[in-house]
């Protein structure tokens, strides 16, 4: 538990000064210079007020975990995983969901679960037994489990604690929609380890269609049959040969996938067919393309220019 909070505040707190970097530029994340020269950058908790509201059920699960770092480590003894292991795990989950809205690639591999392990016993041992064994600190660690113990039940949400009606599995879905549990938390770690991650291969055909010379003509058709000229050329810096019509061309293609990392990984937008290596492309990539070009008017312009300043470099 001392290794998890420490990692876990530190992750969170790179985490977040990479959103405020990237929000409001990188010199957000400095508090002014000392008066030894020193450039101190600004704490865990100082990037959550930047980023989530008081009220946020995420920015009270971080904090919850900063305060055991922080305050109460010397308390983290094991008696009080069970109701610790809950906090610890909607940490976890947060931070797997927010990495991957914020990166729009995967936290982990498909592979991997993602999870820790749910503690099965829920309940603190008698106070005689804990007293026998910690002394005087025995009071501490009571009260600090009772005091997290009602704050999840005050709190009943996921993103602060595992609440004990939610079940964590590993599942499949079934023709009709319905789940099929292959194994449940509580059904133990023993039960996690008989669960079975099977990846499903993908039919590339159907899934990802396009090359990119049939992925550029499709944007291209939508955006001349959605949009007129005027707006086009607003959005859009390049025209086509043959129709003079504004269009994107493979420079703009590859500025926006590279601005978007969506070729760094196989996802819902990119396939990389290894032999022989082809690349092929979805409808999903077409549509979000045309929504991120056509929202903001420099979106494009500002996306070729990183990129071929990237190519020059």
């Avoid at 109701?83 to 909607?90: A, E, G, K, L, P």
């Avoid at 940490?91 to 729009?104: A, D, H, I, P």
Wanted: aromatic share 8%; with cysteine; hydrophobic share 35%.
């Amino acid at each position: 538990m001392d290794a998890f909070v420490m990692c876990f505040c530190t992750a969170w707190e790179q985490f977040l000064k990479a959103i405020l970097i990237e929000r409001d530029g990188e010199e957000c994340i400095f508090r002014k210079t000392s008066k030894r020269g020193l450039k101190e950058t600004v704490s865990l908790r100082e990037c959550l007020d930047k980023v989530y509201p008081e009220k946020s059920n995420v920015r009270k699960n971080i904090e919850q975990i900063a305060y055991l770092r922080d305050q109460a480590v010397h308390l983290l003894m094991p008696e009080i995983q069970g109701i610790m292991s809950r906090v610890f795990q909607s940490g976890v989950l947060n931070y797997t969901s927010k990495f991957e809205e914020f990166t729009e690639v995967s936290f982990l591999n498909s592979s991997h679960a993602g999870m820790i392990s749910l503690v099965g016993e829920f309940k603190s041992p008698p106070a005689a037994i804990m007293k026998s064994t910690y002394g005087d600190i025995a009071s501490e660690i009571i009260e600090l489990a009772s005091s997290v113990q009602q704050d999840v039940e005050a709190s009943d949400d996921i993103e602060f604690a595992i609440p004990l009606n939610v079940k964590l599995v590993f599942a499949t879905d079934a023709e009709d929609g319905s789940t099929i549990a292959i194994a449940r938390a509580d059904e133990g770690i023993e039960g996690l380890k008989k669960a079975l991650v099977i990846e499903k291969p993908v039919d590339r055909a159907k899934s990802h269609p396009l090359l990119q010379k049939d992925a550029i003509n499709e944007i291209n058709v939508r955006l001349q049959g959605r949009y007129d000229e005027t707006k086009l050329k607003k959005h859009l810096s390049g025209t086509c040969r043959k129709t003079g019509m504004p269009a994107i061309n493979r420079n703009c293609f590859d500025a926006i996938l590279f601005k978007n990392k969506w070729k760094q990984s196989n996802n819902r937008y990119h396939y990389k067919n290894q032999y022989p290596e082809i690349r092929y492309y979805s409808n999903d990539l077409i549509e979000e393309f045309i929504k991120k070009v056509m929202e903001n008017e420099s979106y494009l312009k500002v996306a070729k220019d990183s990129y071929n300043k990237r190519k020059v470099n």
